[in-house]
């Protein structure tokens, strides 16, 4: 009954806000500045500053207020105080805001609660259930309201493996494995993002991106391309000079990559580069002799504005992913807090520049069959790849989904067998609330298999 109740009134506060952005996003297609209003029976309560998330109200008038959530991606105001109940007597004149004693068994110090409702027994007596988020898990709390005593009972914390945070899958644990196979490369611990192999084993990596929210090991350097070739028996990574008069090499900050063979073999290697939290895409020509890139161009556009990845199908032509729809940060977090799913993939080209697909919860990953007819999209909160056919004109229609239980990132092709080999994220919140005691887990692969008139299997490695 709480659990239920809870959930309409979260749905319903979500709907709303949502239909808001709805509305915002069709009149004014931006960022919309809200003007001051002057509103007479409003009144700023003190003490509850740090924000109030969700509020239930008694019959009798009075409300419980929770207050203090840390949620990945929205701004905290006290980062370093639990979060608290508050009750407010509307019967009051000038209601105030008292925080409620919470007793004893119940981890306060851990203590992030989200959405709230109460439940009134035949005896009166009154039960606040609370979803919380310790350590960032996902759990249900239940306390009996002590009216006279202005104080929480707590009774019992549920958890339940259907409550967890799906889209972040923040309940998965990872299992320690050993792969024998597996190796260090030195030089490469700043992180690499992206990967792509030419058929000769030459392999190009994306390392150094920095990304609002998520933890970044050198965040006063640049990014670079790392050369690594596969062919060796103990591969070492190379750094690639990058040259050009008009590249600013200092503010590159390399995301999604990948390559474009022209008809004489001259290999292209197009960028998604995020400089001073933009999106750009860099176009370079690889020089192999000299181990380097020659800077040619930098392609932006209104409708490329947070690419995460993508597939080139010419030298300047391209499907990218933008993994949001806002480009504002607090928009974004809200984005991706409600799951408003407004992702999109775009082809470009110098002269036609459009929407393909739309509709993702962070459209991530993307790549190509080997015979070029069918696009892959790695949804990341979805936890989907999806399928789409590539048509003569450039556009894509969905032809089916592939659903992982991770959350699923950049999407290599295996050129001779098409199968996938997918960079995952078993559990999400790891990424955004990096905890070196904790830090986010590798899986071993996973095969799944997709049947029908094509089939691939699909890698799930670790990212
Ligand atoms: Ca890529
Ligand atoms: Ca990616």
């Known amino acids: 009954m709480g659990k239920l109740m809870a959930l309409i009134l979260l749905g319903a506060g979500l709907a709303l806000v949502g239909e808001r952005f709805l509305t915002l996003r069709e009149r004014m297609n931006a960022y919309r500045e809200v003007e001051?209003?002057?509103?007479?029976?409003?009144?700023?309560?003190?003490?509850?500053?740090?924000?109030?998330?969700?509020?239930?109200?008694?019959?009798?008038?009075?409300?419980?207020?929770?207050?203090?959530?840390?949620?990945?991606?929205?701004?905290?105001?006290?980062?370093?105080?639990?979060?608290?109940?508050?009750?407010?007597?509307?019967?009051?004149?000038?209601?105030?805001?008292?925080?409620?004693?919470?007793?004893?068994?119940?981890?306060?110090?851990?203590?992030?609660?989200?959405?709230?409702?109460?439940?009134?027994?035949?005896?009166?007596?009154?039960?606040?259930?609370?979803?919380?988020?310790?350590?960032?898990?996902?759990?249900?709390?239940?306390?009996?309201?002590?009216?006279?005593?202005?104080?929480?009972?707590?009774?019992?914390?549920?958890?339940?493996?259907?409550?967890?945070?799906?889209?972040?899958?923040?309940?998965?644990?990872?299992?320690s494995v050993e792969l024998p196979n597996c190796k260090l490369i030195k030089g490469i611990e700043t992180g690499a993002e992206d990967l792509e192999i030419l058929p000769n084993g030459l392999a190009f990596i994306s390392s150094g991106l920095r990304y609002p929210g998520v933890k970044s090991f050198e965040p006063?350097?640049?990014?670079?391309?790392?050369?690594?070739?596969?062919?060796?028996?103990?591969?070492?990574?190379?750094?690639?000079?990058?040259?050009?008069?008009?590249?600013?090499?200092?503010?590159?900050?390399?995301?999604?990559?990948?390559?474009?063979?022209?008809?004489?073999?001259?290999?292209?290697?197009?960028?998604?580069?995020?400089?001073?939290?933009?999106?750009?895409?860099?176009?370079?020509?690889?020089?192999?002799?000299?181990?380097?890139?020659?800077?040619?161009?930098?392609?932006?556009?209104?409708?490329?504005?947070?690419?995460?990845?993508?597939?080139a199908v010419g030298r300047e032509h391209f499907y990218a992913t933008n993994d949001h729809y806002f480009v504002d940060q607090y928009m974004r977090s809200w984005e991706l807090y409600l799951g408003l799913a407004w992702s999109n993939v775009v082809y470009y080209s110098p002269d036609d520049v459009r929407v393909v697909a739309s509709g993702f919860d962070f459209a991530n990953g993307i790549s190509m069959s080997p015979d070029r007819k069918y696009v892959y999209i790695a949804e990341l909160l979805a936890h989907k790849i999806h399928v789409y056919e590539k048509h003569a004109n450039w556009t894509l229609t969905p032809l089916k989904s592939l659903d992982c239980d991770t959350l699923v990132d950049n999407i290599s092709v295996d050129p001779v067998t098409g199968d996938l080999w997918v960079g995952c994220h078993p559990n999400g919140m790891k990424i955004f609330s990096y905890d070196p005691e904790n830090p986010p887990g590798s899986e071993p692969s996973e095969e799944h298999q997709l049947k029908d008139e094509r089939e691939f299997r699909v890698n799930i490695s670790p990212t």
């Open 36 to 175: 001051s209003v002057e509103s007479q029976n409003c009144h700023l309560i003190e003490g509850i500053e740090n924000g109030s998330e969700d509020i239930d109200i008694l019959p009798s008038g009075l409300a419980f207020i929770s207050n203090g959530l840390k949620y990945p991606g929205m701004p905290d105001l006290a980062p370093d105080e639990p979060g608290r109940i508050f009750l407010m007597d509307l019967n009051e004149q000038n209601p105030r805001v008292q925080e409620l004693n919470i007793g004893d068994g119940f981890d306060k110090a851990s203590f992030n609660p989200h959405g709230m409702s109460t439940f009134i027994d035949k005896d009166q007596t009154v039960y606040l259930y609370v979803v919380n988020h310790p350590h960032m898990d996902s759990t249900v709390e239940i306390f009996k309201f002590e009216e006279q005593q202005r104080s929480l009972v707590y009774l019992k914390t549920i958890k339940h493996e259907l409550l967890k945070r799906a889209r972040m899958n923040a309940s998965r644990e990872v299992k």
């Open 220 to 311: 006063d350097k640049p990014g670079k391309i790392l050369l690594m070739d596969l062919n060796k028996e103990d591969p070492t990574v190379l750094e690639l000079k990058m040259t050009g008069s008009n590249f600013d090499a200092s503010s590159f900050n390399p995301h999604g990559i990948s390559t474009f063979t022209d008809e004489d073999n001259t290999v292209y290697l197009l960028v998604v580069s995020h400089p001073d939290v933009k999106s750009t895409v860099e176009l370079f020509k690889f020089q192999e002799e000299e181990k380097s890139l020659l800077h040619l161009k930098t392609i932006k556009h209104e409708l490329l504005p947070n690419l995460n990845d993508l597939v």
